[in-house]
């Protein structure tokens, strides 16, 4: 496979993966936007803590707006997670890629190469802390 055609199959792979995290951080802004309007018993000030400034503003969007701002904001993260995975990649012979799984915050990509068959895998942790820091996502790439 060609440098393109390796990245074209890497995101074609992880798509459906990025769109229920989509879908999963949509759901998520439109029940805090709920939550603040009503203020539930306090829990908006609890939700406050861990909602970045950005995803606060995006809540005072219509519901259209809003999916439309997180799939652009979701296509790319899968272009660069995609672009970091053929960059470890561009190394090899690829042959085929395939999805091998995924759980909450793991996905796995079986690479079939010259070499024989490598693991490409994504590991993510919830990040965010006392005090200043809001809460996010970390990340990282292995090959192996």
Not at 87 to 104: A, G, P, R
């Amino acid at each position: 496979m060609t440098q393109k055609e390796t990245l074209q199959k890497i995101i074609q792979e992880l798509t459906p993966v990025y769109n229920k995290a989509r879908d999963a951080k949509y759901d998520f802004l439109i029940n805090a936007r709920e939550a603040r309007s009503k203020d539930f018993k306090g829990k908006w000030q609890s939700l406050r803590k861990i909602i970045s400034k950005a995803d606060q503003s995006l809540m005072d969007w219509g519901k259209d707006v809003i999916l439309e701002k997180l799939t652009k904001k979701y296509n790319l993260y899968l272009e660069n997670i995609a672009t970091k995975f053929t960059q470890k990649l561009e190394n090899l012979d690829v042959l085929d890629i395939e999805y091998k799984k995924f759980s909450t915050f793991d996905i796995e990509l079986l690479v079939k190469t010259t070499e024989g068959t490598k693991s490409l895998s994504i590991n993510t942790v919830q990040a965010g802390g006392y005090n200043i820091q809001c809460f996010h996502y970390r990340t990282t790439l292995r090959l192996k």
